[in-house]
């Protein structure tokens, strides 16, 4: 590994960076700038040895690569680096106000603003407090707190803990781990679908629930034709 060789990779990876972040955040939604880069860059010289025949050389400049962008995301967890290296939240609402300066950072036109909402499930730009395009390009939206959906606190009432469904059957096989999880036997399992009058081979999804209880969600898909709320898009109807 020469000098050359190190410096080509680094100037590469710094002008990639620039570009990208010259492009805007809506290019890279979903993702820094940085781990687009990376994803661009890496794939590019892994690729090369099928057009040229030099496997040393690729992997020689993928290592260098995944170095670069280690040392980059470990500058990034320091706070003053950070806002030097990835773009600060761009608002586009405040207090119900579509900020054009906002709007004109992102290049984003109004309307393409008005869909964001609409996947977001508000329709009125006055309800929001703030829209925000963080900086990975994605959407965030807080509504003002009277259009805010209605909190279980809101009305002095208590809940009981969530619960989340643990799967023991799936795609018609046994979650052998989950059983050890819960301590419980293959055999009560075995009995529980017996008692449902169902096969394992056929269970696509059985679910462990709070109450000790097995909900199984089996293949079956019962035949609601000409049910409007059963409606299917398609000619399958």
Do not use: C
């Not at 410096?7 to 890279?28: E, N, P, S």
């Not at 706070?79 to 939240?89: A, F, Q, V």
């Not at 008005?114 to 329709?123: F, I, Q």
């Amino acid at each position: 590994m020469n000098l050359e060789t190190i410096y080509r990779t680094f100037i590469v990876f710094i002008a990639g960076y620039l570009f990208l972040r010259v492009t805007g955040k809506k290019a890279v939604s979903q993702m820094h700038t940085f781990d687009l880069l990376y994803i661009f860059v890496l794939t590019n010289i892994i690729s090369t040895p099928v057009e040229v025949s030099n496997v040393g050389k690729a992997i020689l400049y993928g290592a260098i690569t995944v170095i670069l962008y280690k040392i980059f995301i470990r500058l990034s967890l320091h706070n003053k680096l950070r806002w030097i290296l990835y773009e600060s939240p761009t608002v586009l609402i405040r207090n119900g106000d579509i900020d054009r300066k906002g709007l004109k950072k992102a290049r984003m036109p109004v309307n393409e603003l008005l869909s964001h909402l609409r996947v977001k499930g508000y329709t009125d730009t006055r309800n929001i407090a703030l829209a925000v395009m963080e900086g990975t390009g994605s959407i965030s939206v807080i509504p003002k707190s009277k259009y805010r959906p209605v909190q279980p606190n809101d009305l002095n009432i208590s809940v009981k803990k969530e619960y989340i469904p643990i799967p023991l059957i799936m795609d018609g096989q046994i979650i052998y781990h989950n059983l050890k999880y819960l301590k419980l036997e293959q055999g009560w399992l075995m009995n529980e679908v017996k008692k449902m009058g169902e096969k394992v081979e056929n269970i696509i999804l059985a679910t462990f629930l709070d109450n000790g209880k097995l909900f199984i969600d089996n293949n079956e898909i019962i035949n609601h034709r000409k049910d409007p709320y059963y409606y299917k898009p398609g000619e399958d109807n």
